[in-house]
């Protein structure tokens, strides 16, 4: 009986190999899609948002399609349920390019030195390929040409600067300080001279041929969850083309499991072999992300260009796990921690030690476990160095209260209200200082409130 099992076992591993047409053993298959999984994760998470935002015009992020932006004027409330830890800082501007046909122009108006605003520009893969803003191009206004891979053209005048992307559809994730209510009327103005139009406008001369009609498939988590990540991964690739040099290789080791640009995926007829194979690659890879999870206590260092992270996809994977499109360091630093709100707690920032921002800092609650804005009765769902009628030490330090209850009248210009419960607490500081980008400078750990 045991002598009958072997033979059975090795025959079907023999079958097994024929299968996979000599191109990769059952155990190389299965290394294969965990690498390809976890290369795969941060690319379809981002499909997951911006297919609904530019593709699909009865959702309620829809944007308006490619090419056009979307601007969020007001701030955020807890009856914003859309977007999980919303900045409650700077309003939203969307866009999605389709750089197919041709390069895009970003205009941008000049602001006032007290007004920052940030084009952050995203590829396929969450890379951060570029940044317009007061912190990398200045206050002043600037016309700037945003380029796929294919275009070969010199900087044309009247451009700033040639930002080049190595995918052919690329985000605008543009932010605009609000400071208060009362500001919702200039942050609207200012957002209103934000401007997209095809080059060929911009030039006026006569547009090219349009690109092809692409047919978006519909995201579905669980698919992505799957072995059919392949289909939604060979979709994107083919936005990626050619292939960066540097993973060159990494793309003929996926081609062996059926990861091409733009090739069909159907789990239906794949080989049962290969097909179990994928399956438990898929499983590998979300154990070894769960680990990695556990030890991933910061988003610093999680978002920035290709070169920054250097091809390191499992940290690309929990920057796209932590939240989907976060600056890189240099334009906003992030900490923070959960806190119990019937716990009242403190956090003190010594004389000298306040958050070394070059633009503001703020400090945002959000409920646990679904990370939206605390209803409270003073409508206060972020503190920093802007809100009016803050108070400093005498030696300016500075103490802000995180408690479900009021400290009391004489410290509620202080208090950040919080749920009666577990909640989150996430500091921003934008343009931090070298302090808190090399790590010298962090938050203070809160104590119990005396």
Avoid: C
């Avoid at 802007?386 to 408690?403: A, P, Q």
Wanted: charged share 20%.
């Amino acid at each position: 009986m045991f002598r009958r099992a072997m033979v059975t076992t090795a025959f079907l591993t023999a079958m097994a190999a024929v299968a996979f047409g000599q191109s990769a053993t059952p155990d190389e298959a299965r290394e294969i899609a965990k690498d390809a999984y976890i290369y795969a994760y941060a690319p379809i998470a981002s499909y997951g948002t911006w297919s609904k935002q530019a593709t699909q015009p009865d959702a309620p992020e829809y944007i308006g399609g490619f090419n056009v932006f979307r601007h969020y004027s007001q701030a955020f409330t807890p009856d914003n349920k859309d977007i999980v830890t919303p900045n409650n800082d700077t309003p939203y501007s969307w866009a999605w390019l389709d750089l197919r046909a041709e390069p895009m122009v970003l205009s941008v108006p000049a602001v006032p030195r007290d007004r920052y605003y940030v084009m952050q520009l995203i590829d396929l893969f969450t890379y951060n390929f570029g940044y317009v803003g007061v912190r990398s191009t200045g206050f002043e206004a600037g016309d700037y040409l945003i380029a796929g891979p294919g275009w070969k053209g010199e900087k044309p005048e009247g451009i700033e600067e040639v930002i080049k992307a190595e995918t052919e559809i690329v985000g605008i994730l543009g932010r605009t300080s609000l400071n208060g209510q009362e500001d919702v009327t200039n942050v609207a103005a200012i957002q209103s001279k934000y401007k997209l139009e095809p080059l060929s406008a911009f030039l006026k001369t006569s547009a090219p041929q349009p690109a092809s009609t692409i047919s978006f498939p519909v995201y579905d988590p669980g698919k992505a969850a799957s072995h059919d990540f392949l289909g939604y991964l060979n979709f994107l690739l083919q936005f990626a083309q050619p292939t960066v040099p540097e993973e060159t290789d990494l793309m003929a080791r996926f081609a062996k499991i059926g990861i091409a640009p733009g090739k069909d995926w159907d789990a239906g007829k794949t080989e049962p072999a290969l097909l179990a194979a994928i399956d438990q690659g898929v499983a590998d890879a979300k154990a070894a992300m769960a680990e990695v999870t556990k030890k991933t206590l910061s988003s610093n260092g999680l978002f920035g260009s290709r070169d920054f992270l250097k091809n390191d996809y499992m940290t690309r994977a929990m920057g796209a796990e932590k939240g989907l499109f976060g600056n890189s360091i240099e334009e906003a630093w992030y900490g923070g921690f959960v806190g119990d709100g019937s716990n009242p707690t403190v956090l003190r920032f010594p004389a000298g030690r306040l958050p070394p921002a070059k633009f503001f800092w703020s400090l945002t609650l959000y409920t646990l476990p679904d990370r939206l804005l605390y209803a409270n009765p003073l409508d206060r769902y972020s503190i920093g160095d802007r809100t009016k009628g803050l108070v400093y030490g005498e030696d300016e330090s500075l103490t802000i209260y995180l408690s479900h209850l009021s400290p009391g009248d004489a410290k509620e210009s202080n208090w950040l209200p919080t749920p009666d419960g577990k909640y989150s607490l996430v500091a921003r500081v934008y343009g931090p200082e070298k302090a808190a980008v090399d790590g010298s400078w962090t938050l203070p750990t809160p104590e119990p409130a005396r």
